[in-house]
């Protein structure tokens, strides 16, 4: 690849993508001229069309920027672009470089020392926590993340210079982690997921054991508890955490205070407890989360009072254990769960979190090839609700599979309470009294409707 300091113009097919966008933020920041192609407009592509990024929907080679000089220009795309892309294709036949995401990445952040946070669910979470935790020390850092920090506003946190630090998301989608080398690492599960992609579990588990052999040689590797790897494969420092059981990070006195939402517990570390954390972001698993992101900050040198002021104010993540709307009757979050065992792990948190009260889950399948794999599985996490209703299969990339929909998690699930309705069937269902806790759950395009319902409870509340 040319090197990126002469690149002075950078073109994105797939410009709208969580992990796509933040480094169009980031070469627009650096000073590149920076343009690109996303199918759908979403308020993502309208930030950035803000930040003075052209963006355009149409698969048209002649949106491209045509007084771009080829040898100062790379495209970079995303593997989810259908082969007959036309703007695709057209780079593959100029002499202009053409990488996927994953390989630009890990040019910028190997430079670094890489603080990489992996997992098959939870990533995102813990890496954003990583990065607001080492904001708080002088050093600061940079990352890369994979949704949006409502503490920084953007996926796209820019390093102080004299940080060493980057932050990044480790994608294990199309194996894109493979292209790190970080310094620290975390993993946080590794369970069965983009099959489609990988074939098996036994798949996955050879990637993560690769991406765990990558960590540079001084370096030091968190496990969480109960995730089975192979860690002969790297010579790195081996730790591990959990919420609360004998591991090397864990939170130990975990107590809830019901009357304002906010956890206490004192961090268990190699070196000692860390007296007194607190944390206002709601859900245990956050919690299991928070240990994961203070590990990965213990081990870069973090002091403990920059550690509890950055768990502390962690505010989240778009899309993740997301509350949107509260009243006195009601409470609406959303979510990004789209696999089994997110499912699990956020309404059992939502439940510990309002025993008692009923607990309505709306949840978008995601992908013909997940919902076929996992049916079983999504049926047995959605059971764990009070109220189930099942919209239709969002397909994304993927062309149709005879005989899989969101009917074959359905007929699995034991819960008496289910409905299988569409989109259009929700306002009235919503308007129930007996929806206590709502949730909206999914990867699709679920997340559009979240405004609606914020403004339908609005009104229905007299909020």
């Not at 001084?218 to 790195?236: F, M, P």
């Not at 090397?248 to 107590?255: E, Q, S, V």
């Not at 709502?438 to 609606?452: C, N, S």
Request: proline fraction near 4%; aromatic fraction near 8%.
């Amino acid at each position: 690849m040319k090197s990126i300091e002469k690149i002075k113009n950078v073109y994105f097919l797939g410009i709208g993508g969580i992990g796509m966008s933040a480094l169009a933020r980031y070469f627009k920041y650096t000073g590149k001229n920076v343009a690109g192609y996303d199918r759908t407009q979403t308020a993502l592509t309208d930030a950035l069309q803000e930040e003075g990024i052209d963006v355009h929907f149409e698969d048209d080679i002649r949106k491209i920027p045509s007084k771009w000089n080829p040898a100062e220009t790379i495209a970079i795309y995303t593997p989810a672009l259908p082969d007959e892309h036309e703007e695709l294709n057209w780079f593959k036949s100029q002499p202009i470089g053409l990488f996927k995401r994953a390989k630009v990445l890990g040019l910028i952040a190997n430079e670094k020392s890489t603080i990489a946070v992996s997992g098959t669910h939870g990533k995102t979470t813990t890496s954003t926590m990583v990065a607001n935790i080492l904001n708080k020390t002088t050093e600061g850092c940079g990352a890369f993340l994979g949704g949006i920090s409502k503490n920084f506003g953007s996926n796209l946190v820019l390093p102080k210079e004299e940080s060493p630090w980057i932050v990044a998301e480790a994608d294990e989608f199309d194996r894109s982690f493979l292209h790190l080398h970080p310094l620290l690492a975390l993993v946080t599960s590794v369970d069965a997921d983009h099959l489609d992609i990988y074939g098996d579990k036994a798949q996955i588990v050879e990637s993560f054991e690769k991406f765990i052999s990558q960590i540079r040689e001084e370096g030091k590797l968190v496990i969480k508890k109960g995730v089975e790897l192979d860690t002969s494969k790297t010579k790195a420092q081996v730790f591990t955490y959990s919420l609360k059981d004998d591991t090397d990070f864990a939170a130990l006195n975990l107590k809830l205070d019901e009357a304002s939402g906010t956890y206490s517990f004192d961090l268990k570390t190699p070196g000692g407890i860390i007296a007194n954390c607190k944390m206002e972001y709601p859900g245990l698993v956050n919690v299991e989360n928070a240990v994961g992101a203070a590990s990965l900050a213990w081990l870069a040198g973090v002091g403990a009072n920059e550690l509890k002021a950055g768990i502390q104010d962690y505010q989240g993540v778009a899309r993740r254990f997301d509350v949107r709307f509260r009243s006195e009757k009601k409470i609406y979050i959303d979510d990004y769960a789209h696999h089994p065992e997110e499912l699990k792990a956020f309404i059992s948190s939502v439940k510990a979190l309002y025993p008692g009260k009923k607990v309505t889950g709306i949840f978008q399948p995601h992908l013909y090839s997940r919902t076929r794999d996992f049916a079983a599985e999504f049926a047995a996490s959605l059971d764990l609700l009070d109220h189930a209703v099942l919209l239709p299969l969002y397909p994304a990339r993927e062309e149709p599979i005879k005989g899989v929909s969101s009917e074959i998690i359905f007929d699995k699930m034991k819960l008496e309470e289910k409905q299988l309705v569409d989109k259009s069937e929700l306002e009235d269902l919503l308007k129930d009294d007996q929806n206590e806790i709502i949730l909206t759950m999914g990867a699709g395009d679920i997340d559009r409707m979240v405004k609606p319902i914020v403004e339908l409870l609005q009104q229905e509340q007299g909020v």
